[in-house]
C-alpha cells in the first residue's frame, strides 16, 4: 500500500484531525501551516479571551469580510465570527458555491481549533446540531471540492466521532492513557508519539501508517 510523504499530507486537500493533550503544540504546529501552506487558509477564530493569537491573515469579522478578504486575493484569512457555530454552516455553504464557482480549482483550507466546541459528539442532541454537519460535511465532502478541513482537539472522548473517522490524516501529540484508549481502534504509534522531540507531533495515514513528524518552528510557538 502506497500512501502520501509528509509534505503532501500537509498540502493535498484530505482532511486533517490533530489530536494531543493540552499544551502539548498542536496549535502552533497548525499556525505555522496555517502561514505557510500554499493554499488559501481560513481559520475559524474565536473572539475574546478563547482567541488564538498571532493567527496569520486578514481579520474578517463575518461571512462578508471572509467574501471580500478572498475577492480581494487575501491568501489568509483570520475569521472571528460572533458565534463559530452559527457561522460554521453559513461558511461551508458559502465555500461550497465558491467551490463549484470556480470549478473547484481554489486551493482552500479551513482551520478549526477546539473544534470539539463546535462537533461534539451528539448524545441526545442527534440530528439536531448544524456547526457539528458542518464539520461533518467538511470532512466527509471537503475534499471532492479541493478543501482541506483541519480540525485541533484536546479531546478525542467529546469530539464528533463521525468527523474524527473521517480523517484521512491524523497527527497525534502526547495525550492520556485514558485518551490513547478513547482512539486504540486508531492503531497509533504510541511509542513514535512518546519518543518524538518536546512539542512534535507524529503524522499518521488513515491505517495507522507514520508519515512523519510535525513541529512548529520556534517563531510560531
Ligand atoms: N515548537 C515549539 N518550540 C518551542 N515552544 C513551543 C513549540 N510548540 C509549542 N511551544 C510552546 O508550548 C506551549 C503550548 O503550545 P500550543 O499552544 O501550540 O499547544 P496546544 O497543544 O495547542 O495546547 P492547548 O491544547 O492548550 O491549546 C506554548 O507556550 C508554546 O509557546
Ligand atoms: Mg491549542
Redesign the pocket.
Known sequence: MTFPDLETALVDAHNMAVL????????????ELQDKTPRRSLWVNERGDKR?PNVAGVEAWDLAEVRDALANGADKVEFLPADRREALPALRRFLWELADAVDRSAELQVVV??VDRVAEQSGKAYGNLPSRDAVRDFTSEGVKRNIKFVG?T?DPTTYDKQALRNSRYRAV?PMSKEHQNAVRKYGFAWDAVRDAE???GVLHYMDGTVIGEL????R??
Open positions: 494531543g493533550a493540552t499544551q502539548t503544540g498542536k496549535t502552533s504546529a497548525v499556525r488564538v481549533d477546539e485541533i484536546q501529540w518536546q512539542y512534535a513541529k512548529a518552528e520556534a510560531y510557538a
